[in-house]
């Protein structure tokens, strides 16, 4: 599994949460029009393959992992702004989360698709579904395997917005 190369920036190299004196602000966002955002990210963690098994048989001591990753990676979307900082918060319209195992590579891919209608995009919120979706198969199975990684944390896609769509493969080739 190779890490995708580093994207090439998307605007004229300016951090926007950085004022012109390089103070740290929340974005003004009040003049932009609402559209339909939509965000993609995924990740993978990798573990044994007997933890895989025990999670793929639903026999794990706490319970249904995947099942119980699904609703964090989804309650986690709706705290973004309150875990990063600069973050708006947003009224989403839309969250899915999937779990694909690979059995040949010991892993599990979740993928966290966001919505809404407004002035600023859904990324942080789909890598945080991400993020504790992954986080919570880990809490779930540490007790078996504590060498679990967790790793490939990224945007695939993302439309709305003055900037319109990116995709990851594309950008990346």
């Not at 939509?38 to 992992?65: C, F, W, Y």
């Not at 009224?91 to 999937?98: E, G, I, S």
């Not at 991400?130 to 199975?141: A, E, N, P, R």
Request: hydrophobic residues 40%.
């Amino acid at each position: 599994m190779t890490s995708p190369k580093p994207s090439t920036p998307v605007s004229d190299n300016t951090l926007t949460h950085f004022d012109q004196s390089g103070q740290a602000h929340m974005v003004n966002v009040g003049s932009k029009d609402d559209t339909h955002r939509v965000a993609l990210a995924s990740g993978t963690i990798r573990m044994q393959p007997q933890t895989l098994e025990i999670i793929r048989n639903g026999n794990a001591k706490k319970g249904d992992v995947l099942g119980i990753a699904r609703i964090a990676a989804i309650m986690a979307t709706k705290r973004t702004s309150d875990l990063i900082p600069l973050c708006h918060p947003l009224a989403l319209t839309h969250v899915a989360v999937d779990f694909d195992i690979d059995a040949a590579n010991a892993s599990i891919t979740c993928t966290a698709r966001v919505e809404t209608q407004g002035k600023t995009g859904v990324e942080m919120e789909a890598l945080t579904a991400v993020q504790i979706g992954l986080l919570t198969i880990y809490d779930m199975s540490k007790a078996v395997d504590h060498g679990m990684v967790m790793s490939n944390i990224r945007v695939l896609e993302k439309s709305g917005g003055k900037s319109g769509s990116w995709n990851a493969d594309i950008q990346n080739q």
